[in-house]
């Protein structure tokens, strides 16, 4: 059986429930692709591709020993290491000199569109499409011309959670076995969860980092201030805690999620000072409503707030509420 009429086999199985198969229908119906059709990568004009790799800096800053450290193995092997934006838009291509005319005519290059819009299923535009790691061999792709490619790619998220790129290993070795793949899948996924930490430590790099137990090499990561007010947290840590911007906003404590994070204050004054600013957080700032969350009076909290150094700094500027009158 030819690749295209296994793909269109697959796709009008309705008991066909492989996740490749689900790629291949949202190839057919959402994007209207054809698994015979010869279309390679669109790329980026130059103008546009330098437009988008000064956009993807702090990615491709914080991705660069990872890169170095997977070529050291990979590449030499003659494998391929391609780093893309959250749109599969190639930025950077690693691999050996003597390999390169191979993974160019395949469209891996800087500059080009990996979605699955453009290229079909494939490890970077199927990876950023369910956003998880997968691996895509040989004759799982949905173009019949990548069938002579097998990748292994992990989406990459920064310090919101939100997806920012994705990491991928592809060979065109015929020698490519299903059980070398997972290993270049795990390979992969550990390159990504050590990059989103580069990337989560850059943006909070004054506070005080948690890691927590994750699953797999991606640990959850919080990152709180001296009262441990929760500022920011990994996209591992949002989904073992079930929390969101929102949460973050509210101004929570780490002991909100971490049993026996109380004991981390020096002494109840410090103990004190985190409470009130967490309920100020609660409040956006208006004192009134914070002592009510309290159980105090709106003047025993700012004879608290000056008793304990709590100021407009210890605030966002768009949430304070000036309350002059109970000073």
């Known amino acids: 059986m030819k690749h295209a009429e296994r793909v269109w086999a697959a796709v009008t199985a309705s008991d066909h429930h492989a996740a490749y198969a689900t790629s291949w229908r949202r190839c057919i119906t959402l994007h209207g692709l054809d698994p015979d059709g010869e279309r390679t990568p669109p790329r980026l004009e130059a103008v546009q591709l330098r437009r988008a790799l000064e956009r993807a800096a702090p990615l491709m800053n914080a991705a660069?020993?990872?890169?170095?450290?997977?070529?050291?193995?990979?590449?030499?092997?003659?494998?391929?290491?391609?780093?893309?934006?959250?749109?599969?838009?190639?930025?950077?291509?690693?691999?050996?000199?003597?390999?390169?005319?191979?993974?160019?005519?395949?469209?891996?290059?800087?500059?080009?569109?990996?979605?699955?819009?453009?290229?079909?299923?494939?490890?970077?535009?199927?990876?950023?499409?369910?956003?998880?790691?997968v691996s895509i061999f040989r004759d799982l792709h949905f173009l019949t011309m990548n069938t002579k490619l097998s990748c292994a790619t992990a989406p990459i998220s920064d310090h919101r959670g939100r997806i920012v790129g994705a990491l991928d290993i592809s060979s065109a070795r015929d020698d490519m076995t299903t059980p070398v793949l997972n290993i270049y899948l795990h390979a992969a996924r550990e390159a990504a969860a050590q990059i989103e930490t580069t990337l989560f430590r850059s943006a909070f790099a004054k506070a005080r980092i948690i890691m927590v137990p994750g699953n797999g090499p991606r640990h959850g990561l919080l990152a709180v201030d001296g009262d441990d007010v929760v500022l920011g947290a990994s996209s591992a840590a949002r989904r073992l805690f079930d929390i969101d911007d929102a949460w973050i906003k509210s101004g929570r404590l780490a002991s909100d999620l971490l049993e026996g994070e109380e004991g981390t204050a020096a002494d109840f004054t410090s103990a004190e000072r985190r409470a009130l600013r967490a309920a100020l957080m609660k409040t956006s700032g208006n004192v009134s409503a914070a002592a009510r969350l309290l159980g105090t009076s709106r003047a025993t909290l700012h004879r608290k707030m000056k008793r304990l150094g709590l100021t407009r700094n210890d605030m966002p500027a768009t949430e304070w509420e000036t309350d002059e009158a109970a000073a």
């Open 64 to 133: 660069r020993g990872e890169l170095d450290r997977l070529f050291e193995t990979f590449g030499r092997a003659g494998c391929c290491l391609v780093l893309t934006d959250e749109s599969g838009l190639a930025l950077e291509r690693r691999g050996r000199a003597g390999d390169a005319d191979d993974f160019e005519s395949c469209g891996l290059a800087p500059g080009a569109l990996w979605d699955e819009r453009s290229a079909g299923t494939n490890g970077i535009g199927t990876a950023l499409a369910e956003t998880r790691p």
